[in-house]
């Protein structure tokens, strides 16, 4: 493998850690919703301000909400750009470069 390949899969590797990362953070900013959300429940209903069983269905329903959210959102487009990532390997392999890191990553 000469050093053009090598660099061709450098950008490839770099831009599937980019899809992973930007998944991991999707995960990470929902959780803190559902927890802000849970919080707020929480405290509502030890101050007597909401019943417990109201409480308990606007969390359900911000939790099913946000799996959602993420599954259909961010889950899909990451499985769509790891198929884009395995199309550009597989243009590698026939000797044609990878896109720039610029266009790999751009959103």
Do not use: W
């Not at 899809?19 to 995960?27: G, P, R």
């Not at 069983?53 to 259909?72: D, E, H, K, N, P």
């Not at 000797?95 to 790999?104: T, V």
């Amino acid at each position: 493998m000469d050093l053009d390949q090598d660099r061709e899969l450098f950008k490839l590797q770099v831009a599937a850690q980019h899809y992973e990362s930007k998944l991991q953070m999707a995960y990470n900013m929902y959780i803190a919703a559902a927890v802000g959300v849970m919080f707020f429940a929480l405290t509502a209903v030890v101050s007597n301000q909401m019943p417990l069983l109201v409480a308990m269905g606007m969390f359900a329903g911000c939790f099913v909400t946000i799996v959602l959210v993420v599954a259909i959102l961010y889950v899909r487009d990451y499985h769509k750009n790891i198929k884009k990532l395995d199309e550009h390997l597989k243009n590698l392999e026939r000797g044609q470069p990878a896109p720039s890191l610029a266009e790999l990553t751009k959103d």
